[in-house]
C-alpha cells in the first residue's frame, strides 16, 4: 500500500504570505504508460465537501485561484499558495489514485497569522 | 452538471447495520468509477473504497478497516452507488461522501463529491 505523508502537520502564515505544503508518498505514483502523477490537493473546510485545487500533481482544477500552484514528481510533491487570503484558511490533504487503497496524507492545517 | 446526493445517514447502535446511497446525476453514471470518502469528528480523509464501471470489470475494492463489514455495490439503471455498512462501530462515526472516482482519462478525477452525510454509531 501507498502511504502519503504529508508536512508540516500546521501552518500559520501572515496575509499575502506564501504557504508552502509537502506531501511524500511511500512509493511512485507515476504511471509511466500515462506520464502522469496520480496524485491529487483539497482543501477542506468545515461543514463542507473535499474540493479538487490540483489534480495529475500540477494541474490546477477549474476556476481554483492561480494563486494556488502544484509541483513534484514521484513520491515528492508540493501546494503552494503564492499568497496567502483570508479564504485560504482550512485543511488540505494530498491523495494519490494510483492504485488501491487510494491514500490520504494526514492534512496540514493552514491559519492565517 | 455533476450532482452527487447521499442518503441513509443516522444513529446506530455499535453491531448495527445502516445502507449508504448516492444519487448520481449529470454525467454518464455507468461509465464511473465511484469512491466512498469519510471523516470522522476531528480526524483527516480517509478512503473507504471503490468500485469500478461494469464495463472496467466492476472490481470494488475496500480499505482495510472496512473490509468484510462494508459492501459496495450500483445500480446502473437508477444512477446510484451503494455503501451497505454492516457490524458497525464506534470507530465507524463519520461523515461519508460520495464522489466520482474516475469518469475517464481526460476528466480530473475526485473532482466532484456529495455533500456528505453523517453517520453516529453509539449506544
Known amino acids: 500500500d501507498i502511504v502519503m505523508t504529508q508536512s508540516p502537520d500546521s501552518l500559520v502564515v501572515s496575509l499575502g504570505e506564501r504557504a508552502t505544503i509537502n506531501c511524500k508518498s511511500s512509493?511512485?505514483?507515476?504511471?509511466?504508460?500515462?506520464?502522469?502523477?496520480?496524485l491529487g490537493w483539497y482543501q477542506k473546510k468545515p461543514g463542507q465537501p473535499p474540493k479538487l485545487l490540483i489534480y495529475w500533481a500540477s494541474t490546477r482544477a477549474s476556476g481554483v485561484p492561480d494563486r494556488f500552484s502544484g509541483s513534484g514528481s514521484g513520491t515528492d510533491f508540493t501546494l503552494t499558495i503564492s499568497s496567502l487570503q483570508a479564504e485560504d484558511v482550512g485543511v488540505y490533504y494530498c491523495?494519490?489514485?494510483?492504485?488501491?487503497?487510494?491514500?490520504f496524507g494526514q492534512g496540514t492545517k493552514v491559519e492565517i497569522k | 452538471e455533476v450532482q452527487l446526493v447521499e442518503s441513509g445517514g443516522g444513529l446506530v447502535k455499535p453491531a448495527g447495520s445502516l445502507r449508504l446511497s448516492c444519487a448520481a446525476s449529470?454525467?454518464?453514471?455507468?461509465?464511473?468509477?465511484m469512491s466512498w470518502v469519510r471523516q470522522a469528528p476531528g480526524k483527516g480523509l480517509e478512503w473507504v473504497g471503490r468500485?469500478?464501471?461494469?464495463?472496467?470489470?466492476?472490481?470494488?475494492d475496500y480499505a482495510a478497516p472496512v473490509k468484510g463489514r462494508f459492501t459496495i455495490s450500483r445500480d446502473d439503471s437508477k444512477n446510484t452507488f451503494y455503501l451497505q455498512m454492516n457490524s458497525l462501530r464506534t470507530e465507524d462515526t463519520a461523515v461519508y461522501y460520495c464522489?466520482?472516482?474516475?469518469?475517464?482519462?481526460?476528466?480530473?478525477?475526485?473532482?466532484?463529491w456529495g455533500q456528505g452525510t453523517l453517520v453516529t454509531v453509539s449506544s
Open positions: 449529470g454525467f454518464t453514471f455507468s461509465n464511473a468509477w
Open positions: 491523495q494519490h489514485y494510483h492504485s488501491v487503497p487510494r491514500a
Open positions: 464522489t466520482l472516482d474516475r469518469l475517464n482519462d481526460v476528466d480530473p478525477q475526485f473532482r466532484d
Open positions: 468500485i469500478r464501471s461494469k464495463t472496467d470489470g466492476g472490481t470494488i
Open positions: 512509493q511512485s505514483v507515476l504511471r509511466g504508460t500515462a506520464n502522469r502523477d496520480y
